[in-house]
């Protein structure tokens, strides 16, 4: 049950009584916990998407710093390994509106990386199921701001974190197998990254 993961990513991870030294906890428990959690998302019911949905959507509010906790929860619980008869319980409950949250939220703020992780490891699971061509425009787009070329003779300033080059790599990867237009999009980026 995911729940009982829940609870102790509450204790494990925003543990305040930690800091206080009011209580003591191994130095790799972070770690071990997450590995923990990786492998037993493909083991939750198939009602679980909606239940984790359910449990955050309240709390989700792209300018309040408890969404940042929300994405990381969605990161850490949604199963993504659902089999294809599932794929309607599944993924298919909230990418949709995930991308367009992603999308609409331009100033990169911090649980952006936790989308991206999330789209990531969606896609690398259900390689072929997911058809990504209505999103790749924006996606190489927000790959290509992401990266902060400087344009002509001006050096372009960075305040935006940058995506994780693997998480970002593994999604284009991912996309490619759906016989879209992705390896243009790709080509375009190298081209854009080139010049």
């Not at 072929?128 to 996606?139: A, R």
């Not at 344009?151 to 016989?179: D, F, H, L, R």
Request: charged fraction near 15%; proline fraction near 6%.
């Amino acid at each position: 049950d995911w729940k009982i993961l829940y609870t102790w990513a509450k204790f494990i991870l925003f543990n305040h009584d930690e800091s206080y030294s009011l209580i003591s906890m191994p130095k790799h428990i972070v770690n071990s916990f997450l590995f923990c959690v990786h492998n037993c998302r493909p083991y939750f019911s198939a009602t679980a998407t909606q239940e984790i949905l359910d449990e955050f959507r309240p709390y989700l509010c792209p300018f309040d710093t408890v969404c940042g906790d929300v994405m990381d929860y969605w990161n850490m619980f949604l199963p993504v390994h659902l089999p294809p008869e599932l794929h309607d319980q599944g993924f298919k409950l909230w990418l949709s509106e995930f991308l367009d949250i992603w999308e609409t939220v331009c100033n990169n703020p911090a649980w952006e990386q936790s989308l991206i992780s999330l789209f990531s490891c969606v896609a690398w699971h259900n390689i072929g199921y997911i058809d990504w061509e209505p999103w790749l425009s924006p996606i190489f787009t927000r790959i290509l701001k992401n990266l902060s070329l400087p344009v002509g003779n001006v050096k372009s300033t960075k305040q935006t974190q940058n995506y994780s080059v693997s998480a970002a790599a593994t999604w284009i990867v991912a996309m490619m197998g759906n016989q879209n237009s992705c390896i243009q999009y790709l080509r375009d980026l190298l081209n854009a990254i080139k010049n």
